[in-house]
């Protein structure tokens, strides 16, 4: 089994920053692709960032030039430095990657979810 876990996630006033991190666990073999998502209640769940397993990146046109995703291959980690951030970026935030476990094919596997806030 699998399982991700975000953390770095709160309140925040406007042109703050935040920095997201979701750690993979359990029989994994490999990682392709690590992704951020946004969702507010009721509406669909929107790519935030996103970095292939070569550092590729891209980002929603909203986010580029105040988000950084980056990736920790190591740790089986993503971040997701947030900076400048503005009262639209609130929304709970999750994270994904698609993952080779030991013995099967690849699968993408969800976060929690961790709640960010940018208010006064």
């Known amino acids: 089994q699998v399982q991700l876990v975000e953390s770095g996630g709160g309140l925040v006033q406007p042109g703050g920053s935040l920095r997201l991190s979701c750690a993979a666990s359990g029989s994994i073999f490999s990682i392709n692709s690590m992704g951020w998502y946004r969702q507010a209640p009721g509406k669909q769940r929107d790519l935030v960032a996103a970095i292939t397993g070569g550092g590729s990146t891209n980002y929603a046109d909203s986010v580029k030039g105040r988000f950084t995703i980056s990736r920790d291959n190591a740790k089986n980690t993503v971040y997701l430095q947030m900076n400048s951030l503005k009262p639209e970026d609130t929304d709970v935030y999750y994270c994904?990657?698609?993952?080779?476990?030991?013995?099967?094919?690849?699968?993408?596997?969800w976060g929690q979810g961790t709640q960010v806030t940018v208010s006064s």
């Open positions: 994904h990657q698609e993952i080779r476990v030991y013995g099967s094919g690849v699968s993408g596997y």
